[in-house]
């Protein structure tokens, strides 16, 4: 399937419960084409001595700024010299995510949210423990602009900006075909994490719900994504991930019947043991959905000792 339309998996691993990302390599005139980079650790760059020997890359294309996707970017590049793209939005983002400013600010925020000091702490070091797996920084040569278009291995693609899962996430979409890279966007088997962080877009859930509507349009048909195999039929994907948002929309306004901490809801919401990994995921859920009850003002959020409390 992939190999019709030049396309080649490389699919890493990761040490999370995620356990893969799905990276592409496609062949073009002057050479190949990357998408997306994978985490710098050992075994990612082992993997791309491999699957690049003998082959000269023209570009990488980086989707969203997230470590899975961006980390080994900036590798890759002084390997192979190749022109870097992403959207403007997600390299601010990426350069700025990991810096010690950022992570001492998402602490506080943490303490704001209820969570336990402790924990607080142990959250904190785990954003700070990312820092290694996504850097060295790469230099940007080009912005994506919407609506651009990018030839990926046969055929070209529109960029689509479909903000939500990262502020600034883009897609690559070709209309003959009805093909869409659809990276995180829209997943098959789960439902990417939207979250807010504390800072950036204050309303992930509402730009996420849009931006499926307006893939949604396309009806695309195959879908590629970046975790997960192939499939087909994006609508009915998007109609399965904008349900499940109502049913957690609707559970999150059942647990703030009291006033309560971020912390409380997001242990009502996520009922499964987590990693400390897992638990700033299910936080920036968690937020994500009480920020986007409050901005339809079904809810509303008071600070009581540097604490937030949401309530209906
Ligand atoms: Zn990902």
Redesign the pocket.
């Given at each position: 399937m992939l190999g019709k339309l030049g396309l080649q998996l490389v699919k890493l691993d990761l040490p999370f419960r995620?356990n893969h990302?799905n990276c592409f390599l496609a062949e073009g005139e002057d050479g190949w084409t990357i998408i997306d980079a994978g985490l710098h650790n050992k075994e990612t760059v082992q993997r791309w001595e491999q699957e690049l020997a003998g082959k000269t890359v023209t570009d990488i294309l980086i989707t969203h700024y997230?470590p899975?996707?961006f980390g080994y970017a900036g590798g890759l590049q002084e390997k192979t010299g190749a022109r870097l793209s992403m959207s403007e939005i997600d390299a601010d983002a990426g350069m700025s995510a990991w810096q010690d400013h950022t992570i001492k600010a998402i602490r506080e925020s943490y303490v704001a949210a209820g969570i336990p000091a402790e924990l607080a702490d142990k959250m904190g070091g785990n954003t700070e423990e990312f820092i290694a797996a996504v850097t060295p920084y790469p230099e940007v040569d080009h912005y994506f602009q919407e609506g651009e278009s990018v030839k990926i291995g046969k055929y070209k693609y529109e960029v689509i900006f479909t903000p939500g899962h990262a502020d600034g996430m883009v897609t690559f979409y070709n209309k003959e075909k009805k093909v869409l890279l659809s990276?995180?966007h829209i997943l098959p088997k789960i439902t990417p994490n939207i979250s807010y962080w504390f800072h950036g877009n204050p309303d992930p859930l509402a730009s996420y719900l849009k931006s499926l509507d307006k893939i949604k349009k396309l009806d695309a048909d195959l879908v590629i994504p970046?975790?997960g195999k192939p499939f087909h039929g994006a609508n009915n994907r998007i109609d399965e991930i904008k349900s499940h948002h109502e049913d957690r929309l609707t559970e999150t306004l059942d647990a703030i019947r009291q006033s309560i901490t971020v912390y409380d809801a997001c242990g009502k919401l996520f009922k499964k043991e987590l990693t400390i990994h897992e638990m700033r995921f299910a936080i920036g859920e968690t937020l994500a959905h009480l920020e986007h009850l409050r901005h339809r003002e079904e809810c509303r959020r008071e600070e009581e000792n540097g604490q937030w409390l949401y309530f209906i």
């Open positions: 995620l990302v997230h899975d996707h990276t995180d970046s975790h």
